[in-house]
């Protein structure tokens, strides 16, 4: 049976307006001071009250597009103003650089150890300039992204924190972002520029994997490192490019994108147990990325909007089939009941875990995110 958008729309605005969003401004919303409180256990006890501009960043994001997108309701702007004044307040150093981490007073903790700090800000701030008509806060996002895009070419960029990458390195990871920035911030040339380096570059055809790592000179490196692939972020990367090819009339780079996200659907479901592996190798050998085998909340997130977005522009079966795969193992594994945000890392047979896999919180993004996108989807 064909899906129905209309009805996947609806119930992921339930989704989202009756249990996710409420847990976050139950649990998380820092309501003094602004932001998120986002280091705490699954079910929303909070285990310390330090600040990660990732978070921060992105929870501006989320309530400034629930507002923009969604329901304007008051609350809505409230926690982005809130958000957003915390972040220009305390946010950056006196270069502008964005912090990893501060105490929820804003004090630092740790410095400008990561672009990704600085993009996730700028994702939220330009969301919330359109939210709120702040000249500040549009100014500041495009003043950043400039910012990033000139460091990220320069020859000892090695800011990539929580991932490290070895010298002369080209992380996918960065056009990636670079490109749903630029979509965001309506810059159509710079996110055609970033687009077709990850198609031109990352995207190896004859293996039908996108590659995270590749030298300075875009040419491949070595097995291991050269033949990493993460399947979540192939996905996610992929309906960025579906969203510039919309906006650009790209026939062609549609037709692309999708295949590219069914190839990485196929490669990274894990045949024993279900779910979507956190990285695997191009090759067939021992993944080089940590953790490979956990099943993450957000590859599966990724992958329900794209499968989403792609039924609605080509209506191949794949899709659909896909879209129901996901989902179902995604609601017998993530879901943690009425109220309350999806639970983030499993193992591989998919039982909780506790492992930390990246930065020490519970992110309040790609599950309202793709609940967001995906209750736009008819229109």
Request: proline share 6%; with cysteine.
């Amino acid at each position: 049976m064909a899906l129905d958008l209309a009805a996947v729309a609806r119930h992921s605005r339930s989704m989202l307006l009756d249990h996710v969003i409420p847990f976050w401004f139950r649990s998380g919303m820092d309501q003094e001071l602004g932001g998120v409180l986002s280091c705490m256990t699954e079910d929303g006890q909070r285990v310390n009250t330090d600040k990660y501009l990732w978070s921060q960043g992105r929870w501006l994001w989320v309530c400034s597009a629930l507002y923009n997108r969604i329901d304007p309701r008051p609350e809505f702007l409230e926690a982005a103003r809130k958000t957003a004044e915390f972040l220009l307040r305390h946010g950056r150093d006196s270069a502008g650089r964005w912090y990893f981490a501060v105490t929820r007073e804003g004090v630092p903790l740790i410095g400008p150890t990561s672009i990704f700090s600085d993009c996730f800000a700028i994702y939220g701030l330009g969301e919330y300039a359109r939210a709120s008509g702040s000249q500040e806060a549009h100014d500041t996002a495009h003043a950043s992204f400039e910012r990033v895009c000139r460091r990220v070419e320069e020859p000892d960029f090695a800011e990539t924190a929580p991932t490290p990458a070895a010298p002369g390195r080209r992380l996918h990871s960065v056009p990636m972002i670079l490109l749903e920035l630029a979509n965001e911030l309506g810059l159509q040339a710079s996110a055609g520029e970033y687009a077709r380096r990850i198609l031109d570059h990352h995207v190896d055809p004859d293996r039908q994997v996108l590659l995270e790592y590749l030298n300075w000179d875009y040419s491949q490196l070595p097995a291991g490192e050269g033949t990493a692939v993460e399947p979540g972020h192939a996905i996610e990367s992929m309906w960025f490019v579906l969203h510039w090819a919309m906006r650009s009339g790209r026939t062609a780079e549609i037709h692309r994108a999708a295949e590219v996200i069914r190839w990485h659907l196929e490669k990274g479901w894990d045949p024993e147990f279900g779910g979507l592996f956190l990285a695997i190798d191009a090759g067939g050998g021992t993944p080089y990325i940590p953790n490979a085998d956990k099943k993450l909340w957000w590859p599966h997130t990724e992958a329900l909007y794209a499968c989403i977005l792609t039924y609605k522009l080509k209506g191949e079966a794949w899709c659909e089939e896909w879209y129901r795969r996901v989902y179902q193992w995604s609601m017998q594994h993530f879901a943690m009941g009425p109220g309350l945000d999806w639970r983030q890392r499993l193992d591989r047979k998919g039982h909780p875990i506790s492992d930390l896999v990246a930065l020490p919180v519970k992110d309040p993004f790609h599950l309202p995110r793709a609940l967001l996108l995906t209750a736009k989807i008819e229109f």
